[in-house]
């Protein structure tokens, strides 16, 4: 499926139509299984998919009862900002993301058109029912069918406004687990070379990826206990030159760039700066007022002040009341300061609320 975006994005154009396009795209899946078990995996797999799926698409177009019972659902618009930009993935995305929509609905729809996700996986991710979230997505195409929403990147006066919504579902793209959140990223950075968050989201995610090495076997490795020889040195670099920018001004993906950068520059983890990485919080947690930064603040802090220290200032907020990880933050404080079996309670309390089978066993194995 490591097409799918490119080829849904490319037949969504010529159908005008997301469910047409979806439709045409299963449909040229399909016919590559028996197809190419014949003939063999051509040599551009992608190309062959768009082929067959855009073609499909111009055959129900051209019929005449077709046309007359939709209704446009995707506008293309001759204004677009540059067509040194043509990438009909970014078109989609900005499509998924349109302010008409709500956040899940820009995130669902997301995750189904751009990823290729079934709506039994969306709904996993969102915690709900498959029913429930088919309709939320069907009831998104069809909010963008009645208000007309077009199928185009934005006009250039339109993208601050629309900017951060796209950056948000790049970045949860990613920590799904696809890595082609990386290539939207890129290609948003291309887009809008002075934006210091598209430069910011770039280099957080390259970041990440250059210490997914280190994660051994599929378990989970904290920072402190990975092997830093086999971090991607050459993703860092690239990460590293954007920081600079990415900061100028400093915003919330900017922001969190910075604080990644600092333990990519640490040889070992004993090197860790950790009093800058509080700084950096702090005026993260100021523009960016949130519980889990605050969280996040309070594992630095207890880095420069102490554990003890850090655990008065562990975040009594509802809304993080079923949150993993600040049971299993507080735990770790707690077995820092030898208070055993609040640590082990805490721990059980995290492995209580976590669906992470990774993190499950992370957490059991701290409990033993």
Known sequence: MTEWAAVLAATARVAADLDLAEDCVQDAYAKALVHWREQGVPRRPGAWLTTVATRRALEHRRRADVVRRKLPLLIPDEDVVDETFPDDRLRLVFTCCHPALSQEAQIALTLRLVCGLSSAEIAKAFLVKEATMQARITRAKQKISRTGIPYRIPRLTDLPERIDAVLDVVHLVYTAGYQRGIELARMIRLLLP??????????????????????????????????????????????????????????????????????????????????????????????????????????????????????????????????????????????????????????EEALAFTSNPVEAAFLEKRIQ
Do not use: K
């Not at 590293?240 to 993906?253: I, Q, S």
């Not at 040889?267 to 005026?283: K, Q």
């Open 194 to 347: 002075g934006s210091s968050e598209a430069a910011g989201l770039l280099a957080l995610l390259l970041l990440t990826e250059a210490r997914r090495p280190a994660q051994v076997g599929g378990q989970l490795v904290l920072m402190e206990d990975q092997n830093r020889s086999l971090w991607d040195q050459a993703l860092i670099a690239e990460a590293l030159e954007l920081v600079p920018g990415a900061v100028r001004p400093a915003g919330r993906f900017g922001l969190m760039a910075a604080i990644a950068a600092v333990h990519a520059e640490a040889a070992r983890w004993e090197d860790t700066d950790w009093a800058e990485i509080l700084g950096l919080y702090d005026v993260l947690l100021e523009r960016w007022p949130s519980p889990v930064v605050a969280l996040n603040r309070v594992v630095a802090l207890s880095y420069v002040a102490g554990p003890e220290v850090a655990l008065q200032q562990v975040p009594d907020d509802p809304a993080l009341a079923t949150y993993p990880y600040l049971a299993s933050t507080r735990g770790e404080l707690l077995w820092r300061c030898g208070r055993v079996d609040e640590a082990r309670a805490a721990y």
